[in-house]
């Protein structure tokens, strides 16, 4: 069975358990899954009763689509990503955005928890990517299906202005710092060394994860309008002194959460 086909059964049994295609799609980074709880009337469904849908090899990381609605628009949230650093390629870890596409999903936004590189950035702080430097992998990579979209997609853009626009507006309406920048993803999971931070600031990346990139590239292979959120959770290696603890970024994203989730609902009655 190809990939395509994979994805048309995965998004057959969600039209049969969640009705109607959602108008737009989140991505919900690690500590940031309070968004699909602020989902109304949620229809919840576990990745693992869709045929096909990769699963997470990290222990407490089973994951589940939610499909609710929110600020007046149906909404469908992946709470949990697979990563390349599980040890899938990265065609799987885009998976889920390939469903989505097949649902007719048009509008996706990828929110992510990542490392400061630029000073500017606080621990705490969100930023919309503005472009991606992609240090992982592409999920492209083998035979093209043209029924995803063509061999060679254009790049010029693949995080919308528009949606980044209407994201301004609404940060500004709620009081909310949303800063902007360039994202490098990395495969992971050891975090970076300080050489690499240098050398990562030096090619013009101001935050970096080892996800979203992969999700992107498939999110505009397929024509969707993408949105990416970063969350700062801490400053990246070197940056600041002391070593770096994952327990603690994800504190930090929970706490971030909450904005994230008011620019979100703001941001979903702008569409």
């Known amino acids: 069975m190809s990939v395509f086909e994979q994805a048309e059964a995965a998004a057959a049994l969600i039209r049969t358990r969640c009705g109607a295609a959602p108008e737009v799609a989140v991505v919900l980074g690690s500590g940031l899954g309070s968004f699909a709880e602020a989902l109304r009337d949620p229809v919840v469904l576990p990745y693992d009763e869709v045929p096909h849908w990769p699963t ?83 999920p492209l990579t083998g035979a093209n299906d043209d029924r995803f979209g063509p061999r060679f997609p254009d790049m010029t853009e693949v995080y919308s202005s528009r949606l980044r626009a209407l994201a301004d507006e609404a940060a500004r309406a709620r009081r909310i710092v949303l800063a902007h920048g360039v994202y490098a993803g990395v495969p992971g999971p050891s975090y970076e060394t300080p050489a690499e931070i240098r050398s990562l600031r030096a090619i013009g990346a101001d935050a970096v994860g080892m996800s979203t990139v992969p999700e992107a590239i498939a999110a505009r292979h397929q024509g969707l309008e993408v949105l990416g959120i970063s969350c700062i959770t801490n400053m990246a290696a070197g940056v600041l002194p002391g070593p770096l603890a994952h327990d603690e970024m994800l504190e930090v994203a929970r706490r971030a959460g909450r904005d994230l989730v008011a620019l979100l609902e703001d941001l979903l009655g702008r569409l």
């Open 56 to 138: 997470s090899r990290v222990a407490g990381r089973a994951g589940c689509l939610v499909v609710g609605s929110l600020s007046g628009r149906r909404v469908a949230a992946l709470s949990g990503r697979v990563h390349v650093y599980e040890g899938h390629d990265p065609g799987t870890v885009a998976f889920g955005v390939r469903v989505l596409g097949r649902l007719g999903v048009p509008r996706l936004v990828l929110t992510n928890a990542a490392g400061g590189i630029d000073t500017r950035l606080s621990p705490g702080a969100l930023m919309a990517i503005d472009d991606h430097i992609n240090l992982i992998g592409n």
